[in-house]
């Protein structure tokens, strides 16, 4: 019988562990102006030594930062609120929550839920088919985000299969807000998962048990995990804090929201291009003087002297994060509109390809906080308000050996199209031939392609039509 030995390997896992602080953070740097302001009052009524400056100027005690054990005291989460609102939102109630209109001179309504998905699927490279798939999908989509419709009947309804259909709703689902288009809680909870980078650490306990630690089941998920119960509290706390189960929660009423942008650029004869972080409406903050005269007569007892000093630690972070969010938004958005200059000054047929990791390696970020410092943001521009996303768009060569945006291809062949002699319309052959004299080398067929996407009809059907149209 041969000797059999036993073998110890040893295996290094890295996770992802976030602190409060971290967390918090990241939360602040992706939330839009409206939902900053939302977090504000939130925390303000969460913690009484915020108060709103009256001075407008920021004024930070100094005080020691929060640690990690002070956080880690904080009140238990409410899982059956969280829940619940979860199966609201599956079961279709009417929403309750009012957004009262804030900034009345961007002439820019924010879009309601099903309309503002519309302007995204159209700015992606599908077909007409997939298009009417993605609008048959945003029209089963509820006013909390979720698909509550059969991707089974999609498919019929279109005559496509079932697989054509899931790529089309896998696309929305990477559309904003995030965690749009999901079908299930889980569902939705794991698209922000992977938004937010955290994959590796809360996959499993998402995907396994959900319904475990609504229950709070915290020693079973440890033993079927193999961690520690304490390391399942610490997941647990990041998805109450990160997540979020009602993905459209801000477009819960439809005609009260406008877009806000986050980032304002003007173009005067006197002072040219000037970018602005657009922070009027946001509350401008300070810690209440009172609690620090408190703390400094040395007059209350131990327990009072921690809440106090916990409650002045956590606002001082607080105001870190939002004068850290300002500071990103306004580097990311600045190296964006130097790249962008042409467009500013003469239009979208100007706009320049930009991918997110150029940025990201120019301003010294990680992608990761790139990517949350665009996420629900707006600005307005000469050109009209256009979130922060639609400036990332890939490129063509052109024949000096630069590079050209696609949405500028399109657009040129849009403004092509609509200065063609409607008699003879233009082949698709005859618009490459004339956006190579401009410099752009094209392909027939990417010209076919790009057409089909802008829902252009051929160049026999645009004919057809004008027959028609006579007849």
Same mark, same amino acid.
């Given at each position: 019988?041969?000797?059999?030995?036993?073998? @110890?390997?040893?295996?290094?896992?890295?996770?992802?562990?976030?602190?409060?602080?971290?967390?918090?953070?990241?939360?602040?740097? /992706?939330?839009?102006?409206?939902? @900053?302001?939302?977090?504000?009052?939130?925390?303000?009524?969460?913690?009484?030594?915020?108060?709103?400056?009256?001075?407008?100027? @920021?004024?930070?005690?100094?005080?020691?930062?929060?640690?990690?054990?002070?956080?880690?005291? /904080?009140? *238990?989460?409410?899982?059956?609120?969280?829940?619940?609102?979860?199966?609201?939102?599956?079961?279709?109630?009417?929403?309750?929550?009012?957004?009262?209109?804030?900034?009345?001179? #961007?002439?820019?309504?924010?879009?309601?839920?099903?309309?503002?998905?519309?302007?995204?699927?159209?700015?992606?490279?599908?077909?007409?088919?997939?298009?009417?798939?993605?609008?048959?999908?945003?029209?089963?989509?509820?006013? %909390?985000? =979720?698909?509550? =419709?059969?991707?089974?009947?999609?498919?019929?309804?279109?005559?496509?299969?079932?697989?054509?259909?899931?790529?089309?709703?896998?696309?929305?689902?990477?559309?904003?807000?995030?965690?749009?288009?999901?079908?299930?809680?889980?569902?939705?909870?794991?698209?922000?998962?992977?938004?937010?980078?955290?994959? %590796?650490?809360?996959?499993?306990?998402?995907?396994?048990?959900?319904?475990?630690?609504?229950?709070?089941?915290?020693?079973?998920?440890?033993?079927?995990? !193999?961690?520690?119960?304490?390391?399942?509290? *610490?997941?647990?706390?990041? #998805?109450?804090?990160?997540?979020?189960?009602?993905?459209?929660?801000?477009?819960?009423?439809?005609?009260?929201? /406008?877009? #806000?942008?986050?980032?304002?650029?003007?173009?005067?004869?006197?002072?040219?291009?000037?970018?602005?972080? !657009?922070?009027?409406?946001?509350?401008?903050?300070?810690?209440?003087?009172?609690? /620090?005269?408190?703390?400094?007569?040395?007059?209350?007892?131990?327990?009072?002297?921690? =809440?106090?000093?916990?409650?002045?630690?956590?606002?001082?972070?607080?105001?870190?994060?939002?004068?850290?969010?300002?500071?990103?938004?306004?580097?990311?958005?600045?190296?964006?509109?130097?790249?962008?200059? *042409?467009?500013?000054?003469?239009?979208?047929?100007?706009?320049?390809?930009?991918?997110?990791?150029?940025?990201?390696?120019?301003?010294?970020?990680?992608?990761?906080?790139?990517?949350?410092?665009?996420?629900?943001?707006?600005?307005?521009?000469?050109?009209?308000?256009?979130?922060?996303?639609?400036?990332?768009?890939?490129?063509?060569?052109?024949?000096?050996?630069?590079?050209?945006?696609?949405?500028?291809?399109?657009?040129?062949?849009?403004?092509?199209?609509?200065?063609?002699?409607?008699?003879?319309? @233009?082949? %698709?052959?005859?618009?490459?031939?004339?956006?190579?004299?401009?410099?752009?080398?094209?392909?027939?067929?990417?010209?076919?392609? =790009?057409?089909?996407?802008?829902?252009?009809?051929?160049?026999?059907?645009?004919?057809?039509?004008?027959?028609?149209?006579?007849?």
């Amino acid at each position: 019988m041969p000797n059999q030995k036993v073998a @110890l390997n040893q295996r290094q896992r890295q996770q992802i562990k976030l602190s409060p602080q971290q967390e918090l953070k990241i939360k602040i740097l /992706q939330l839009s102006n409206l939902q @900053l302001i939302d977090k504000i009052q939130e925390e303000m009524l969460q913690n009484p030594v915020l108060e709103e400056n009256d001075t407008a100027t @920021l004024q930070l005690p100094i005080v020691d930062p929060p640690t990690v054990k002070e956080y880690n005291k /904080q009140e *238990e989460i409410n899982w059956e609120e969280f829940f619940e609102s979860s199966r609201n939102s599956m079961m279709h109630e009417p929403a309750t929550t009012e957004i009262k209109p804030l900034y009345d001179n #961007i002439p820019t309504q924010q879009p309601t839920l099903r309309e503002y998905l519309l302007q995204q699927l159209r700015m992606i490279p599908i077909s007409n088919k997939e298009y009417e798939i993605g609008e048959l999908i945003i029209d089963n989509i509820n006013e %909390d985000g =979720y698909f509550h =419709y059969s991707v089974d009947k999609i498919a019929n309804e279109v005559k496509v299969s079932r697989a054509e259909v899931e790529k089309v709703l896998g696309k929305i689902q990477e559309f904003e807000p995030t965690g749009v288009g999901a079908r299930d809680l889980k569902e939705c909870l794991l698209i922000q998962v992977k938004d937010l980078g955290l994959e %590796d650490s809360l996959t499993p306990l998402i995907e396994n048990h959900l319904f475990a630690i609504q229950d709070k089941k915290y020693e079973q998920i440890a033993a079927q995990m !193999n961690i520690s119960i304490e390391r399942v509290k *610490e997941l647990v706390e990041v #998805i109450i804090k990160l997540l979020e189960p009602k993905p459209a929660r801000l477009y819960e009423n439809f005609q009260a929201p /406008q877009v #806000i942008p986050e980032i304002i650029i003007s173009n005067t004869k006197e002072e040219g291009l000037k970018l602005e972080v !657009n922070d009027e409406w946001i509350p401008s903050l300070r810690v209440n003087p009172y609690y /620090q005269r408190l703390l400094k007569e040395k007059n209350l007892s131990a327990t009072e002297n921690e =809440y106090i000093q916990k409650k002045m630690n956590a606002a001082v972070f607080f105001l870190k994060c939002i004068e850290d969010r300002k500071k990103t938004l306004r580097h990311v958005a600045k190296v964006i509109f130097d790249t962008q200059k *042409e467009f500013l000054q003469e239009g979208i047929l100007k706009l320049v390809p930009m991918k997110l990791e150029d940025i990201a390696k120019e301003v010294n970020l990680h992608l990761s906080t790139v990517s949350r410092a665009i996420a629900n943001k707006f600005v307005k521009t000469p050109h009209g308000v256009h979130p922060l996303k639609f400036f990332f768009k890939t490129g063509m060569q052109t024949k000096e050996g630069g590079a050209i945006s696609i949405t500028t291809v399109k657009e040129k062949i849009k403004e092509i199209v609509a200065q063609e002699n409607k008699q003879s319309p @233009l082949s %698709d052959n005859k618009i490459a031939v004339l956006l190579h004299q401009q410099g752009i080398n094209i392909a027939t067929r990417t010209v076919a392609k =790009y057409r089909d996407e802008l829902h252009i009809p051929s160049s026999f059907s645009r004919k057809e039509s004008v027959i028609s149209h006579k007849t």
